[in-house]
């Protein structure tokens, strides 16, 4: 039994219990993640989006067995138990193509399939909910349960052990990253019981006209909107109040349970109260980019205090600048006049800028400002710029992270993931 299933089952029971699911391939936010799994002796999921991550490299430039390897090593250096990562793929589809026709997208994305489960990922996530060229913007059940079905024998075909798979689908997906900017402002209802057992149904007929009932039953999660999202500037928040109507449409299917999407900058009570309505994957991703850019701005302003040779936006500059020659990352998510544009490019919750970190003027930037931070600090100026939750975590941090401005750094990213660790009823 995979630790998803274990955990799905144990939540399924009656155990308020959830995965934590790290949608992320910054190299800090993996850092500090593995850190914070270790130090609690807890599972994690480390997932890898289609985007970020495929057959041609995806905008990181690695391809399935390169980022899994990447994340071993990292592992391996900071004296993480490999057994505490679980490895994910998320939105896997023909989402990446969509912009071409069916067959095209498809076909990339049966390759995709091959590439994320020889290499090592187990949890799969088949989302196959957005239409292609041609196509209307969501296709329904129907055509995305067939679609999955089909990805999902590529899958079972090709895995090194197919038990060790297990499969999340659903066609209520929240885009990657959080709402889009036409989406801003809307009210977020949650996915309707009726709604969720149909695509449940759907995709059960589905994987049965391909003969695949062993994979099946290694399904083990439903996307739905539970109620809550993020968009550019404003949080929709979970309503904890509100009666749990969704958990009955899981009645007729006890090894599932349902995967929550978005769930970036909830109240820290959340999550618990999300695994105790069945939510047992948590996916939280831009909330830990941003954490790491609030770290490196805190830095830059304390570093002017340090080295007169520094304004203290020295970063923020930087990554303007950047930001306004290659405007593609984030010129169809923010609105506004030219203030609110520039205030969403660096602040906006979306957090488009976690795009730019790895360009090369950004490294450049980020490295200048370690250098000038390669010094001993009084503990007074990091107060001013740190909370003091995340000056204490730090100390732990400092040997595993070379020093005390990258420890941080990654005290920031943990204080906004630790939430997500929290111990079960």
Not at 276 to 298: E, M, S
Not at 357 to 362: L, R
């Amino acid at each position: 039994m995979s630790l998803v299933t274990d955990t799905v089952a144990q939540n399924r029971a009656g155990r308020a219990v959830a995965l934590a699911s790290v949608c992320s391939a910054q190299p800090d936010v993996l850092s500090a993640a593995l850190l914070l799994a270790k130090s609690r002796n807890r599972p994690i999921l480390v997932e890898a989006t289609s985007n970020q991550v495929n057959q041609f490299g995806g905008y990181t430039g690695m391809t399935p067995d390169a980022f899994i390897a990447y994340v071993r090593d990292m592992a391996r250096d900071l004296g993480v138990d490999p057994a505490l990562v679980v490895f994910g793929g998320d939105h896997l589809g023909p989402q990446v193509w969509r912009s071409q026709d069916a067959e095209t997208a498809m076909t990339h994305a049966r390759a995709l399939m091959r590439a994320y489960v020889e290499a090592g990922f187990t949890k799969i996530h088949l989302d196959c909910s957005e239409g292609c060229a041609g196509e209307p913007a969501q296709v329904g059940d129907a055509v995305s349960a067939a679609r999955a079905a089909e990805l999902a024998a590529v899958c079972e075909a090709h895995a090194p052990d197919p038990s060790q798979l297990c499969y999340i689908v659903g066609t209520e997906v929240p885009p990657p990253g959080g709402a889009r900017v036409e989406e801003a402002g809307q009210t977020i209802a949650p996915t309707r019981p009726e709604h969720a057992r149909h695509t449940l149904e759907r995709h059960h007929v589905a994987f049965q006209a391909l003969g695949l009932e062993a994979a099946w039953a290694r399904v083990v999660g439903l996307v739905v909107q539970p109620g809550l999202e993020f968009a550019p500037t404003h949080i929709d928040r979970f309503d904890m109040a509100a009666p749990d109507h969704l958990s009955a449409a899981l009645a007729d299917w006890p090894g599932i349970a349902f995967e929550a999407h978005s769930t970036d900058y909830q109240h820290d009570p959340v999550y618990p109260e999300l695994a105790r309505r069945h939510f047992a994957v948590h996916k939280v991703g831009p909330a830990l980019t941003f954490a790491y850019r609030q770290a490196l701005y805190a830095l830059d302003g304390l570093s002017a205090w340090l080295d007169s040779t520094r304004s203290g936006s020295d970063v923020s500059d930087a990554m303007e600048r950047q930001m306004l020659d290659n405007p593609v990352h984030w010129q169809k998510h923010y609105d506004g006049d030219a203030e609110a544009l520039r205030l969403q490019r660096h602040f906006g919750y979306a957090d488009r800028i976690r795009y730019y970190w790895p360009e090369p003027h950004a490294q450049t930037a980020v490295a200048g400002l370690f250098a000038a931070l390669d010094r001993p600090v009084p503990a007074p100026l990091v107060q001013q710029y740190f909370a003091h939750s995340v000056a204490a975590r730090a100390e732990s941090l400092e040997a595993d992270a070379g020093g005390w401005a990258r420890a941080l750094v990654w005290a920031q990213i943990q204080e906004a993931l630790a939430p997500y660790l929290f111990e079960a009823d």
